[in-house]
């Protein structure tokens, strides 16, 4: 089993719809979560942090699950901007460190 | 706009080429990072440098040659790779290695080898 497992998608969604994507991770250890956007022929850019509380910046809504082992990505009101795909991040113990895994990525499509 | 850049953007090189890579962050970072991008794969972790230290070495095969001589300055040193090394090569900072940290990726080198 990966580490780190998301649906590659690709989600193809019209503007102003609500699109959910989900990651989970196979270590109960892990600490950290994150959400990365990535752009066709760019690099990863921090989308959010993920908290056990759950956080939300205005559209964006990300949640932890820790009995579950899943992180979840909510976007209300797609944009067509929001077209990219998302990476999660899982930083995962190993040898007394923590090593920063991803997630192959979700692609998300929002058409007119 | 990212404070890491990478240099150079693209890069060709034959499989029997010695080149480098160059990673340089300007946030006052301590830690950074070296992954591998292909097609269809998940970003892939190659090294991990903290406070000059390297302190992960992710099983990476020894053409790949990284050196951080200060925490602002990271390089990839590239010698007899084979066309499965052709991928995206990103560099990222962060604060320290520590767990809490997010990164912050410079706009990558994409490498073929021929």
């Known amino acids: 089993r990966k580490e780190v497992e998301q649906d590659p998608g690709p989600f193809n969604v019209p503007e102003g719809a609500t699109v959910a994507f989900n990651c989970t991770y196979s270590?109960?250890?892990?600490?950290?979560f994150f959400w990365y956007r990535q752009d066709c022929r760019k690099e990863p850019k921090l989308l959010m942090s993920?908290?056990?509380s759950g956080n939300e910046d205005g559209r964006f809504t990300a949640q932890l699950n820790r009995a579950s082992q899943y992180i979840s990505l909510l976007i209300r009101d797609s944009k067509l901007s929001d077209s990219a795909t998302y990476l999660c991040?899982?930083?995962?113990?190993?040898?007394?460190?923590?090593?920063?895994?991803f997630g192959r990525g979700t692609s998300l499509i929002v058409h007119p | 706009e990212t404070g890491v850049t990478q240099t150079p953007r693209h890069l060709v090189m034959g499989m029997t080429n010695k080149k480098s890579l160059k990673c340089e962050q300007h946030?006052?970072?301590?830690?950074m990072y070296w992954y591998k991008q292909s097609a269809k794969k998940p970003l892939e972790l190659m090294f991990v440098?903290?406070?000059?230290?390297?302190?992960e070495n992710n099983s990476v095969p020894s053409r790949f040659s990284p050196e951080c001589p200060n925490s602002s300055h990271l390089f990839l040193h590239l010698h007899t790779l084979q066309p499965e090394d052709s991928a995206l090569y990103l560099c990222?900072?962060?604060?320290?290695?520590?767990?809490?940290?997010?990164?912050?990726f410079g706009p990558g080198t994409r490498l073929t080898v021929l």
């Open positions: 270590n109960s250890a892990s600490q950290s």
């Open positions: 993920v908290y056990s």
């Open positions: 440098y903290n406070f000059k230290e390297q302190t």
């Open positions: 946030l006052g970072h301590n830690a």
């Open positions: 991040a899982v930083n995962v113990p190993s040898g007394g460190s923590y090593i920063p895994t």
């Open positions: 990222a900072s962060s604060f320290t290695s520590d767990s809490y940290n997010e990164q912050f």
